[in-house]
């Protein structure tokens, strides 16, 4: 009865969200299984909503753009998911929203790296709330994406975690035309590529300028926008500095795989 369950949760998610984007995220959850010992603590989310967040990334290109997220109440991660992705380290009670679904997303600000991180004045009043809770533009988790870039942190994003009371997150995207973006890669920090790393085969020739041009990307699948996604990487982080560990799931709670 189980097994029909998680089929039937995985039959619905397959009907929403592309195939390829379905196989990197049961990749990623494999490998947050895999690396549970290194997070304190564990974050659910929505397999739809992730795509969202993905053509959203690619649709306010140049821009980077910030979310809110939240959480639903009535949704808490499944107790078995959570105990198999629990580590010995396991900190209860590390932020707010902890143990329950991320299910909503709003779009609050666009722009570059360091005007991304502040809240229109329309997002910090009462004004909307009837639309986005009882916390109106106090979100629980936020996310923020770095085109054509890593999904690590940089000193703005350390800065704007610490009014965080959930966790923050960063999605990072590699894809090409490129535009104005092209992809850079000169940046420390541990990261966590969706399914396997891109693998970069140069061609012969100097006289081609952009970076795609010159090298051949594999392309794991292709943006409403119209964009060839070559990379991934999704993190979150906890303002305390610990990583988060996060797990991407189906209607019913279960890990996608």
């Known amino acids: 009865m189980t097994a029909l369950i998680i089929c039937e949760g995985l039959a619905k998610l397959s009907e929403m969200v592309e195939q390829w984007l379905v196989d990197l995220m049961a990749s990623y959850n494999a490998e947050s299984l895999a690396k549970k010992e290194q997070y304190s603590a564990q974050v659910h989310m929505r397999g739809h909503l992730f795509e969202e967040l993905v053509w959203w990334a690619l649709q306010a290109l140049p821009d980077e753009i910030l979310v809110g997220l939240d959480v639903d109440s009535k949704s808490a991660n499944r107790l078995d998911v ?19 679904i991320i299910n909503e997303a709003r779009i609050v600000n666009r722009g570059d790296s360091y005007s991304v991180h502040h809240l229109p004045e329309e997002w910090t009043d009462g004004l909307f709330s009837g639309d986005r809770g009882s916390r109106a533009g106090r979100f629980t988790h936020w996310l923020h994406t770095h085109p054509n870039a890593p999904a690590i942190p940089s000193n703005a994003d350390a800065d704007a975690a610490q009014e965080t009371n959930g966790v923050d997150m960063i999605l990072g ?31 012969p020739g100097k006289k081609r300028r952009s970076f795609f041009a010159r090298n051949s990307l594999p392309v794991l699948g292709v943006a409403p926008s119209g964009h060839k996604i070559h990379e991934l990487q999704l993190i979150a982080f906890h303002k305390s500095g610990v990583g988060i560990n996060v797990i991407l799931v189906d209607e019913e709670g279960h890990p996608i795989k």
Not at 84 to 99: A, I, T, W
Not at 175 to 200: I, N, Y
């Open 82 to 100: 959570e105990t198999k992705y629990r580590s010995f380290s396991h900190r209860r009670n590390l932020f707010q929203g902890q143990g329950y």
């Open 173 to 203: 995207l590699r894809f090409s035309p490129e535009g104005p973006l092209p992809w850079f890669d000169d940046v420390e920090g541990q990261r966590r590529t969706m399914g396997d790393t891109a693998k970069v085969v140069k061609k």
